[in-house]
Structure formats: structure tokens, C-alpha cells
């Protein structure tokens, strides 16, 4: 039980950290009703996205894409985070992580509520202050971490554990 302690201490003081970073680039309330491209690879080994919420609509998508320099992105929801049915969040030009997966090098930390719609597919880890809900056949190829509400998974969703590699 010690050890369990002390290790949720040192995430804490991670959380903390992270969130400490100052932004390269930020939106306030971001709606997603296309397909459409975040390109962070000019920000260094490390880019930190802002936003205040995070709405992808249904059939649409966010790909993140860096450089194979990014060791990790860092992309901070300052409110909810809705993903709608068949939409997605996935990652480009990233060297895989030491799981061989480019969803260990992207992290979500999430103020609000999380909700994945039906078929909704995420790559990368996501920590929510509130509840995480995933839909029915909704995919996360990373980790879903709530630090105080619940984690419910879908009749039929599929976690592939990729945790964040810098976490």
C-alpha cells in the first residue's frame, strides 16, 4: 500500500508539472467537423496544446501530427473532451514509443468529463479530473486514467494498454 502511495504522489507532482508548461500553441473551444490536421512538429521534442474544449462531431477527425523528433505531445482540455460517434483522434509521423506504438507519446489531460461516441477511435493516454465513458465498440489505444470520477467502457470497447511513456 506504500508504495502504491508514494507512486500516485509522484504522478501528482508529474500532473503538476505538466501542467505548468507553457503552451506552444492554444485554442479556446475547438469543433471538429472535418477532417482535420494539428501539426505540432515545429515546436520541438515536447509541444504543449491548449484548449479550453475539445468537440470532435460524428465521421470526423483530428490527426495529431509531429515530426519524428517529438518525443511526446502534451494536449491540456481545459473543459470536456466529446468525441462523437466514428470519430477519431490519431497520430502522424510519430517514431513508435518502446510498446511500438506512436499512442505512447501523446497524452490528454482532461478538466472535464470524457465521452467516446459508438466506434470512436482514440491514440493516446487520457487522465480526466471527472467521469470517462466510451460507447459501444469505441477503441483507445493507450491508457484511461479518472483521477476522481468513474472509467465505464461500453458493451464491446476495446482498451489496447499503451500507457504515456514520460508519464
Given at each position: 500500500?506504500q508504495?502504491?502511495?508514494?507512486?500516485?504522489?509522484?504522478?501528482?507532482q508529474?500532473?503538476?508539472?505538466?501542467?505548468a508548461?507553457p503552451a506552444?500553441?492554444?485554442?479556446?473551444?475547438?469543433?471538429?467537423?472535418?477532417?482535420?490536421?494539428?501539426?505540432?512538429?515545429?515546436?520541438?521534442?515536447?509541444?504543449?496544446?491548449?484548449?479550453?474544449?475539445?468537440v470532435?462531431?460524428?465521421?470526423?477527425s483530428?490527426?495529431?501530427?509531429?515530426?519524428?523528433?517529438?518525443?511526446?505531445?502534451?494536449?491540456?482540455?481545459?473543459?470536456?473532451?466529446?468525441?462523437?460517434?466514428?470519430?477519431?483522434?490519431l497520430?502522424?509521423?510519430?517514431?513508435?514509443?518502446?510498446?511500438?506504438?506512436?499512442?505512447?507519446?501523446?497524452?490528454?489531460?482532461?478538466?472535464?468529463k470524457?465521452?467516446?461516441?459508438?466506434?470512436?477511435e482514440v491514440?493516446?493516454?487520457?487522465?480526466?479530473?471527472?467521469?470517462?465513458?466510451?460507447?459501444?465498440?469505441?477503441?483507445?489505444?493507450?491508457?484511461?486514467?479518472?483521477t476522481?470520477?468513474?472509467?465505464?467502457?461500453?458493451?464491446?470497447?476495446?482498451?489496447?494498454?499503451?500507457?504515456?511513456?514520460?508519464?
Open positions: 500500500l508504495q502504491c502511495l508514494v507512486a500516485a504522489e509522484r504522478a501528482d508529474r500532473r503538476v508539472a505538466l501542467e508548461l506552444h500553441v492554444s485554442f479556446n473551444n475547438k469543433i471538429v467537423e472535418s477532417q482535420e490536421i494539428l501539426d505540432v512538429s515545429a515546436f520541438g521534442t515536447l509541444p504543449v496544446v491548449d484548449i479550453g474544449s475539445l470532435i462531431r460524428r465521421n470526423w483530428l490527426q495529431i501530427k509531429a515530426s519524428p523528433a517529438t518525443q511526446a505531445v502534451l494536449v491540456r482540455v481545459n473543459g470536456r473532451l466529446v468525441i462523437g460517434q466514428n470519430g477519431k483522434i497520430t502522424a509521423g510519430f517514431l513508435p514509443g518502446p510498446r511500438g506504438a506512436a499512442a505512447e507519446r501523446v497524452l490528454f489531460l482532461v478538466d472535464g470524457v465521452n467516446l461516441g459508438a466506434f470512436a491514440e493516446g493516454t487520457i487522465i480526466a479530473a471527472e467521469s470517462i465513458r466510451t460507447r459501444r465498440f469505441s477503441r483507445v489505444k493507450g491508457a484511461l486514467i479518472s476522481s470520477g468513474d472509467v465505464r467502457l461500453g458493451r464491446y470497447a476495446w482498451l489496447e494498454h499503451f500507457p504515456w511513456v514520460f508519464w
